[in-house]
T-cell receptor, first 112, second 112 residues
Framework: NAGVTQTPKFQVLKTGQSMTLQCAQDMNHNSMYWYRQDPGMGLRLIYYSASEGTTDKGEVPNGYNVSRLNKREFSLRLESAAPSQTSVYFC???????????FGPGTRLLVL | KQEVTQIPAALSVPEGENLVLNCSFTDSAIYNLQWFRQDPGKGLTSLLLIQSSQREQTSGRLNASLDKSSGRSTLYIAASQPGDSATYLCAVNSGNTGKLIFGQGTTLQVKP
């Protein structure tokens, strides 16, 4: 039982490049989330998916898109990376939105 | 808009001391509150979740309390150990959507 897994662990991009961050959970959870963590700003919600087939914007959605591929997988896409998107990205999941969230190990992204 | 504050930002104590971490939030209309631990370079680990109808939750040496009317929660750590050194984050769920609003965290150092 791996919990929440994220790939890649670390990535360097040039401004304007695109990439997709992958997240998968094996806990049969319905809800999944993407956060970013920045020094001085704390953790902020980017997008979330309360259940398979639904996605909604969080606090800082600009510059990102998401896909809930199936119940297990929730991906985050940066279409045209900007230096302001340099951050640590965390994926999380919960059984239902009101329950405890379980976090993945994070993806460290550097945009030059 | 919900805002979550954690004081102090950093705390250093000798091993064996009992300590209290504080979390305050501006809007008392919350669904639940969660406490997390984050080790350097790692993801978040859930410690305790308190529903809005509860006053406290306990897990081992940890005890979290919630006073919704005053917008406060505390995390009490008994008999602290060097292994407790980490950043502790509180997060508020203001609705039943799972959208967590995080505080900036308290970084704890327990000295042997």
């Amino acid at each position: 039982n791996a919990g929440v897994t994220q790939t890649p662990k670390f990535q360097v991009l040039k401004t304007g490049q695109s990439m997709t961050l992958q997240c998968a959970q094996d806990m049969n959870h319905n809800s999944m989330y993407w956060y970013r963590q920045d020094p001085g700003m704390g953790l902020r919600l980017i997008y979330y998916s309360a259940s398979e087939g639904t996605t909604d914007k969080g606090e800082v959605p600009n510059g990102y898109n998401v896909s809930r591929l199936n119940k297990r997988e929730f991906s985050l896409r940066l279409e045209s990376a900007a230096p302001s998107q340099t951050s640590v990205y965390f994926c999380a999941s919960s059984g239902i939105p009101q329950e405890t969230q379980y976090f993945g190990p994070g993806t460290r992204l550097l945009v030059l | 808009k919900q805002e979550v504050t954690q004081i102090p930002a950093a705390l250093s104590v000798p091993e064996g001391e009992n300590l209290v971490l504080n979390c305050s939030f501006t809007d008392s209309a919350i669904y639940n509150l969660q406490w997390f631990r984050q080790d350097p370079g790692k993801g978040l680990t859930s410690l305790l979740l308190i529903q809005s109808s509860q006053r406290e939750q306990t897990s081992g040496r940890l005890n979290a309390s919630l006073d919704k009317s005053s917008g406060r929660s505390t995390l009490y750590i008994a008999a602290s150990q060097p292994g407790d050194s980490a950043t502790y984050l509180c997060a508020v769920n203001s609705g039943n959507t799972g959208k967590l609003i995080f505080g900036q965290g308290t970084t704890l150092q327990v000295k042997p």
